[in-house]
Structure formats: C-alpha cells, structure tokens
C-alpha cells in the first residue's frame, strides 16, 4: 500500500517513504518542463466588512494533518511534536494543555469532553481534562483525525480500514477493512457521523457503517479509478466532507466531486474536479478549491456550476469554510480570503503570522478560527 498527493507524502506497501520534495526533485531531474507557476498578485484588498483580531494562541510548528477541531464551545487544536490543547472558544485561554512527548501524525478528534489523537508511532491516545485516559498500538498509520462519538473512537487508517473503539477503554469493539490498493492518499480522509450512521471514505467509494458493530449499511461510489499508472488511478476520498442533513458532499482526489444521501445510500450526482482538497458548503451551494487555485462552486441539490474565480491560482488553497455570507479560504502565504458567498468577489482578508495555512477554516461560536503552519492559531470576529 501507497500514498500520494501534491503536498504530502507517497508511502509504498514496500516502507519506503519519499517526501513531495524529493518525488519533484526526481520528476525535475528526468524533465525539462516548465518552471512552476508563480502565486497570482493580490490586488488592493477590498475590505467590504470588517474583521478583528479576537484571540491568538501557539501549539508548536504544525503539518496539514493536524486540523484543529471547534466543539461545544472548545477549539482543541495540536501542535507536530506532540502538544495538545484545549481553548476556550470565547477568548482562547487554555482550558488544559498537555505535551505527549511524541511526534503527532493526526488530529484532533473530540466530542467536547474527550480528545483523541495519533502518534507518528501509530498510537491512538486519548485524553480527558489534559490527561491520557488509555493508548491502542494501530497495526497502520493514520492521517484523519479519529472521530469521537457515542462514547466511541472511530479510526480510519491507510490501509483502508475503520475501527471502533470503546471510549472509556480503549477496547477495540469491531473492525471494517476493505480491499487494499497500491496506493493510498497521505492526507485526511473523509470519517464522520451522519444520524445513526457512520460514513467513512475508503478509496474513492463513501461506506455507511452500523457504529454499533461495523456492518456496511450501504457502498456508493464518487469516482471510479482510470489512468495509466497507480497514480493516475489514485482516487481516494479527501476530507473535508460537507454535511448538511442527509447530504454528503465530498471530493475524490484529482477525479471527481459528489453528493451523496446518506439515509438512502444513494449518490444525487458527481461531477469531473481536478481538486486534491474537501468541501465545504450549505444548503444551497457546496464550494471547493481546485489543483490550481480557481475556487469553484456547484448546486447542492444537482451539481450544475455556479460561479468560478481565478484570482487565488497557484497560491495553494485549503479547502474552504462557507459562514453566513462569505466562503473563508487559506493559502501558502498565511493569507485567509473572504468571499461572497453568492459569487466570489472578494469581501476581505486577514493575514496571520506569514507561514502557510495548511487546513480549513473553522467556526468555533462566531469566531472564524485558523491555524498555520508555524502552529499559531487565530480567532476573527466580524466587527
């Protein structure tokens, strides 16, 4: 088993592990093509609302696999060498802090009380009140964030499985494995709770799951695997996901966007999207951002196109947040872009600390959260 994405890693059934750097620096050596395209100019920002800065906290350096988590008035966000906090959404005071003492490879996942997180050692940890509760050794490594629900910690790992485990515990209740391939996406996948159902994507198919005991409610596929090459086949399922009811909206990587029922087990449409990150959306429009910077937005209710921008390409986007009347999005450069909600013109933007945002915005009350690639995490407020 493998992985790939634009930004992160390719891991190989065989452990070989090579970095995006390295995998450029051989595709480099073998072309002579074109130099990469250079980060559009930003024109004259046009601050058509305003922002405030209403808090700011430090984690530690971090990777885009450590997004932070916004839940019953709590932001926990974590830090890449194994800090992990809890802040009050309010005013980002530290609620609890606790250093693992370890490398982090995901989270956080949190149901408000409990947190749970993974270790580069294929650790899952849980923690309550800034305490480890219990540790489970995972046979495979992880890059989603474990979801935390019905006193349950859910995990999906790379080599195409989900488990379950019990939250007081840490026993292992039940596992669900599907096929592996050989490759797999070294990026967030797309694992969160719909009703009574556990949704996960495996490969480029989404799975409802019975959370009780891991039986498989329904199978629907969001893009089928075609190209020459493992890579050019590769199309697991990114997250974010956007969920709004029934309706699940995801990406697979580089192939296709969709929405599916997640009641029904049906797919209401899928669309052709060159896109490597999630969704986010109401109940309306969904938004994503594609390879090379153009944000793109299509109807909830049947995929048609809605409005298109190109004014971000090549800046390297995180997938977006819609919120009230904008879509917030981030880039390599530690800029957060606003825009209008119903056709993309830009409303504002905030800059952070200068290093990139690696992860999606998030709410946390009415407060537009952030975090950046040098761990610092930001809190706007409309003014």
């Not at 009050?88 to 606790?98: M, N, V």
């Not at 969920?243 to 699940?248: A, C, E, T, W, Y």
């Amino acid at each position: 088993m493998s992985a790939v994405t634009a930004p992160s890693r390719v891991l190989r059934r065989s452990a070989w592990v090579v970095t995006s750097g390295v995998l450029a620096w051989l595709l480099t050596a073998c072309s002579s093509g074109p130099e990469k395209p250079k980060p559009t100019q930003l024109a004259p920002v046009a601050a058509l609302i305003g922002t405030t800065l209403a808090w700011s906290s430090q984690v530690g350096s971090s990777h885009a696999m450590l997004a932070p988590r916004a839940v019953a008035g709590r932001v926990f966000a974590a830090g890449a060498s194994g800090t992990v906090v809890a802040l009050d959404a309010a005013t980002g005071k530290d609620l609890w802090r606790l250093n693992l003492g370890q490398p982090l490879a995901a989270g956080v996942g949190s149901d408000g009380q409990m947190a749970a997180v993974i270790t580069q050692g294929n650790d899952l940890v849980a923690i309550s009140d800034g305490k480890e509760v219990w540790r489970v050794r995972l046979p495979a490594r992880s890059f989603t964030a474990p979801l935390v629900a019905g006193k349950r910690v859910f995990v999906l790992t790379a080599d195409r499985t989900v488990r379950a485990f019990d939250g007081l515990t840490g026993a292992r209740l039940w596992v669900q494995s599907r096929p592996a391939e050989p490759l797999v996406l070294s990026q967030a996948g797309a694992l969160l709770a719909v009703g009574d159902t556990l949704v996960a994507g495996l490969a480029g198919r989404l799975f409802g799951l019975n959370p009780l005991n891991g039986s498989v409610r329904w199978d629907v596929p969001v893009a089928t695997s075609r190209g020459a090459n493992e890579v050019e086949r590769l199309v697991d399922v990114v997250g974010p996901a956007s969920r709004v009811g029934n309706s699940v909206c995801v990406r697979a990587y580089s192939a296709a966007v969709g929405c599916i029922d997640a009641t029904l087990g049906t797919v209401a449409w899928t669309r052709p999207a060159q896109g490597a990150t999630g969704l986010h959306g109401d109940d309306r429009w969904v938004f994503g951002a594609e390879a090379d910077g153009r944000v793109r937005a299509w109807q909830r209710s049947s995929g048609e196109p809605g409005w298109e921008v190109d004014r971000l390409k090549y800046r390297v986007l995180t997938a977006p947040l819609a919120v009230g009347r904008v879509v917030a999005i981030g880039d390599n450069q530690g800029v957060v872009h606003l825009l209008s909600r119903e056709d993309g013109s830009e409303m504002t933007r905030m800059t952070a600390d200068g290093s990139a945002i690696l992860v999606a915005p998030l709410l946390a009350g009415d407060a537009l959260v952030v975090q950046t690639r040098n761990g610092g995490v930001y809190a706007w407020r409309p003014q």
